[in-house]
């Protein structure tokens, strides 16, 4: 079954169409420099970067997977959403400081200052390759599966407009563009999805009734450790892994950071963003609960467009389809928009460091069309993602991710940390996640007959990360005591012991007392609302 719209739900739709349109064009006219087109001009307020850090993060695969999730288990994959709570804390508290001190365009860009260009290489390539071969991929494969059920577009049509309409404005206006339409797609998709949910609880006659309708530990978020999916070992010791890595070293979100007009608007809106990373547990693994209570035909990832398909009376589609279109379109934006800056500041400036200022703009949007098309010629390729392969490309962050996050740790609390051992512990991550990804495939389609090999390819993906971060953390020690000391002028400013601020940075970076106490007692306030809701729901 999929939507018939009325002609209010459609006016609803061209609207939402309409306002992003019109504020990516808006911020076209408005690009001068690389630092406009790419981080905004430096002036994002905390507000909106706290919107544009959860629009981005939330995308297809979360209405898709969180749902499908909370429909065959419970609350349990909640967990990702909540530990991001702290994570960003992490990012606001600890990292927020030297990124801006720095004031690098790029991720990449933070990992040269610090142990060397060979670090650089290695995270601009397997970033761009990841954006292109999961993000982009994901988004159009979840993103196409979830309007062909709720709207009966194919899947070709639904990839191509997602395409398209994000392209437009993204390639126009830049990160400044990205970061204002996905202001506004916060309050589309949060609208949308509370809309939902409050109908889907009333329809199951409220929480008592949800709760009288599913298994009993669908309401408890903490598994045994012998849980295949969420053992509480992995999701204690292993998820804060992934969510480092993703929250605070990707360049997907931590563009969005570096915009920010100083250090206060730049923390703030971490703490913002941390508050609302609360509602997808409440907006989108409860309504795959509600669907399993109400279609018990259902399988995990059809648990949202059935509640969208049989649930939503006559003018209220407009607006969940809506902020359904919001979510795929804002990721979508953000993978675009990363994407350009890497190529554009990692790899061809730094192969044409004499390029002008509307050089860079020209290619950073040249970038962006190219990865437009690369998007639509990968059109044709979806019918060939399997829901097997899906998954395989949700995992693949734990594979990738540990050697990642411990180069960053270690890099800015461990002023001993070298370029070979980074290095070193880079490549060593690499081969150990891309060894894990093969064999788990090859696993899946004939189990491997040794012993220790079967294990290494079946071990639940959350404690591999750990086995791996720690594996990835002894190359970086060992090697980096066994080698040269760094020079102590190289990581002036990108260590906590030689945190030094120079006097031109410290009107840039410098903190208003008032707003810096708010910061502090909000973050104590969501730290407290986080173990709230872990011992209501243990």
């Known amino acids: 079954m999929v939507l018939n719209l009325a002609w209010a739900d459609l006016i609803i739709i061209l609207l939402y169409f309409g306002i992003i349109f ?31 850090l959860f629009a981005s993060n939330i995308s297809s695969e979360h209405f898709i997977g969180l749902a499908g999730s909370g429909a065959a288990t419970g609350m349990a994959v909640g967990h990702f959403e909540w530990l991001a709570s702290f994570i960003l804390l992490i990012l606001g508290w600890v990292f927020v400081p030297f990124y801006l001190r720095s004031k690098v365009f790029t991720m990449p860009e933070f990992l040269e200052r610090r142990y060397g260009s060979a670090s650089r290489w290695y995270l601009t390539t397997v970033s761009i390759l990841a954006y292109v071969l999961t993000k982009i991929s994901v988004t159009l494969f979840a993103g196409g599966l979830l309007l062909k059920q709720v709207l009966g577009w194919d899947m070709y049509t639904s990839a191509i407009v997602m395409v398209i309409a994000t392209g437009i404005y993204t390639v126009a206006g830049g990160l400044g563009a990205v970061i204002y339409t996905e202001l506004i797609q916060t309050f589309v998709l949060i609208g949308g999805a509370v809309v939902l949910t409050l109908l889907g609880l009333h329809e199951v006659g409220g929480l008592a009734g949800l709760k009288q309708s599913v ?19 992995g999701i204690v010791f292993g998820a804060p892994i992934l969510g480092i890595w993703y929250w605070c070293t990707d360049q997907f979100i931590v563009q969005r950071v570096l915009s920010a007009k100083n250090i206060d608007h730049a923390r703030t809106g971490t ?5 609302l990373k609360i509602l997808p547990v409440f907006i989108l693994v409860f309504p795959g609960i509600i669907a399993r209570a109400l279609y018990p035909d259902i399988a995990g990832d059809q648990a949202y467009p059935a509640l969208v398909t049989r649930l939503l009376p006559v003018g209220l589609k407009g607006i969940v389809v809506a902020s359904l279109l919001a979510a795929l379109m804002s990721s979508l934006a953000s ?17 044409k460091p004499d390029a002008s200022e509307r050089h860079l703009v020209y290619v950073g949007r040249l970038a962006t069309t190219v990865l437009v098309i690369l998007g639509i010629l990968w059109v044709p390729f979806i019918k060939y993602i399997s829901s097997q392969l899906y998954i395989y490309l949700q995992s693949v962050q734990a594979y990738i991710s540990p ?68 594996l990835c953390t002894g190359v970086l020690f060992i090697v980096s005591l066994l080698t040269g000391e760094p020079a102590r002028e190289k990581i002036q400013g990108l260590t906590f012991r030689y945190a030094g601020v120079s006097t031109s940075d410290r009107e840039y970076l410098q903190e208003k007392p008032w707003w810096h106490r708010l910061n502090v007692l909000m973050s104590i306030l969501l730290i407290l609302t986080m173990l709230l809701l872990w011992w209501i729901f243990f």
Request: charged share 15%; net charge positive; glycine share 6%.
């Open 271 to 275: 703490i913002f963003a941390g508050f």
């Open 215 to 233: 298994p009993p530990d669908f309401f408890h978020m903490f598994k045994p450790m012998s849980d295949p999916d969420f053992p509480w070992t």
């Open 335 to 351: 993978c675009f928009n990363s994407s350009s800056t890497l190529f554009t500041m990692d790899v061809y400036k730094k192969l």
């Open 403 to 470: 050697p990642i996050a411990a180069v960053f740790i270690f890099g800015v609390f461990w002023p001993r940390a070298n370029s070979k051992g980074a290095i070193a512990s880079l490549l060593t991550g690499l081969f150990f996640g891309f060894m894990r990804l093969v064999l788990e495939l090859l696993n899946k389609q004939h189990p491997l007959s040794w012993a220790p090999l079967r294990w290494f390819a079946e071990v639940n993906f959350l404690h591999f990360a750990i086995l791996l971060f720690l």
């Open 22 to 52: 019109f504020i990516g064009f808006y911020f076209s006219r408005k690009e001068k420099t690389s630092t406009d087109y790419f981080l905004a001009g430096r002036h994002v307020g905390w507000f909106a970067i706290g919107a544009s």
